[in-house]
């Protein structure tokens, strides 16, 4: 079964940066996307970015494009959130999450993932 570990959470004054790390465990092939969500409270989960391992292609949700910058180590079949020049409004849950696909593809579409992390927390400070 495939697990998720996430790590890098933390608190951080507005502008500056975070990198969040989703360790894969139980899934050596290269055919999955990993997306990056989160939840702030009182708000709905809304997706972040995503990240074909098959061809290493990205998407992004509009208020983080130029900020945040996903990526992947194959070797040590770890994907990373960059996050530089965070906001206040940045401050929420962050998870990431697997999904099974045999082709490239990317989505901010939660319900098309199967596993998911146990979040991590991301604070920022005004």
């Known amino acids: 079964e495939v697990q998720l570990v996430e790590s890098g959470g933390g608190l951080v004054q507005a502008g500056g940066s975070l990198k969040l790390s989703c360790k894969v465990r139980g899934f050596t092939y290269d055919d999955y996307t990993i997306g990056w969500f989160r939840q702030a409270p009182g708000k709905e989960r809304e997706g972040v970015s995503s990240?074909?391992?098959?061809?290493?292609?990205?998407l992004y949700e509009d208020s983080v494009k130029g900020r945040f910058t996903t990526s992947s180590d194959k070797r040590k079949n770890t994907v990373y959130l960059q996050m530089n020049s965070l906001k206040p409004e940045d401050t929420a849950v962050y998870y990431c999450a697997f999904l099974h696909t045999i082709h490239a593809h990317t989505t901010l579409d939660e319900y098309e993932y199967d596993y998911w992390g146990q979040g991590t927390q991301v604070t920022v400070s005004s």
């Open positions: 990240i074909s391992r098959s061809d290493g292609s990205t």
